[in-house]
């Protein structure tokens, strides 16, 4: 079985561990198309080649990179009548042009296709992205949901075929994984946040609820975002600047050592009118090496961490800031919790896991193959 993914997300080296998974199933020939960059609000973003073995990763041109509604692979449909897939997977929101192009091609090819959503607010999208919603919608063979509200927000909006609900991408256990020889005994409790350094990551409320932290401790923000200078202003308002480490956005690959520099992991999101969180990706590669999370009560945070981590009400420094000291207090308490973060990380946020659900999903539009969870 051919299978062809379209995704701009799989230029981040951790994430093609799960194309590797994917390709190893023996049944399985994978081709994998993906643009050189992509920028967004946290910078630009070079494709990485770090987990390719198994499949081609074939790179197209891409136009409009950095617009999620209006980019688009000029190419794609040159590549699709040369490749001619049993499956095509556009890994990319039904309401933008590049999967409304992308569905127009493999309809007229007759390659059954789906599509994956994030989308986890209901919203009404203006002509022309109306009309490309409701073309992907009657033309999918499957769609997949990152999120549970991101399913009901299908239904709402009349999409009637089948869903399954299943993150983008899990993390490689073998990758992200305890290192004590990395830990040193010798820093202070250190705060740690890994994410864009833009206004709803609610850095500044992290900020703030440090500023309330009595005895020895350090913060580390890792990241890049318009809000730097501000939030620098802001930690130098607090009197906290000399107790604040800044470093830029790393490559995927350095992650692993970045989260060992932490002793806790905060996701302080906050919901704005037309975005909440999603899924929030560093919980789970934090959790996977034992680094006990904090998160808020914004959109998927608290069903990515369960019983395995913390959780604060959105935008209550308070309470961020009782349950960053109760951790200080308490390494017993960070062991526990960052071994429940790796058990559930394993039983439920590995690429092999997530690449398994996907071959499931794949064989089931092309064989027919019955016994696939079919979400309602």
Not at 81 to 96: I, M, S, T, W
Not at 125 to 146: C, D, K, L, N, T
Not at 355 to 375: C, D, M, P, Q
């Amino acid at each position: 079985m051919h299978v062809v993914i379209l995704s701009k997300a799989c230029i981040v080296g951790t994430y093609q561990r799960k194309l590797e998974e994917i390709a190893a199933h023996p049944d399985i020939e994978l081709t994998v198309l993906v643009p050189p960059y992509w920028r967004d609000k946290r910078g630009l973003q070079r494709l990485e080649r770090v987990h390719v073995r198994g499949y081609e990763l074939r790179v197209i041109p891409i136009r409009l990179a950095g617009s999620y509604h209006l980019h688009f692979y000029p190419t794609l449909g040159r590549e699709l009548r040369r490749l001619r897939p049993d499956v095509f997977h556009v890994d990319e929101e039904p309401y933008n042009l590049a999967t409304w192009l992308a569905f127009r091609h493999s309809t007229r090819l007759r390659i059954p296709t789906l599509f994956f959503t994030w989308q986890n607010i209901y919203r009404k999208y203006p002509i022309p992205f109306s009309s490309f919603e409701r073309y992907v919608y009657e033309h999918a063979r499957f769609a997949i949901a990152g999120n549970e509200e991101a399913l009901r927000v299908l239904r709402r909006k009349g999409y009637k075929g089948p869903i399954r609900v299943l993150p983008q991408f899990g993390v490689d256990p073998e990758f992200f994984r305890p290192h004590p020889e990395w830990r040193s005994s010798r820093r202070p409790f250190t705060v740690g946040y890994a994410g864009g350094l833009i206004p709803e990551k609610g850095v500044d409320v992290l900020l703030r609820a440090l500023a309330r932290l009595p005895g020895e401790w350090q913060a580390h923000i890792v990241g890049s975002g318009r809000e730097e200078g501000r939030l620098k202003r802001l930690a130098r308002q607090l009197g906290i600047a000399e107790r604040v480490r800044w470093t830029p956005r790393v490559a995927s690959t350095e992650m692993p050592r970045i989260y060992h520099t932490f002793d806790v992991l905060v996701l302080p999101s906050r919901t704005r009118p037309h975005w909440k969180e999603q899924f929030g990706r560093v919980l789970i590669e934090a959790m996977a090496c034992e680094i006990p999370v904090v998160g808020s009560t914004c959109g998927e945070i608290p069903n990515v961490i369960g019983d395995a981590g913390l959780i604060f009400p959105e935008e209550d420094v308070d309470a961020l800031a009782a349950h960053l000291h109760a951790l200080q207090t308490s390494p017993e308490r960070r062991a526990e919790l960052g071994r429940r973060g790796r058990e559930r990380v394993l039983a439920r946020y590995t690429h092999r896991h997530i690449a398994e659900e996907s071959v499931a999903i794949y064989r089931h539009l092309v064989l027919g193959i019955k016994g696939l969870t079919i979400n309602d």
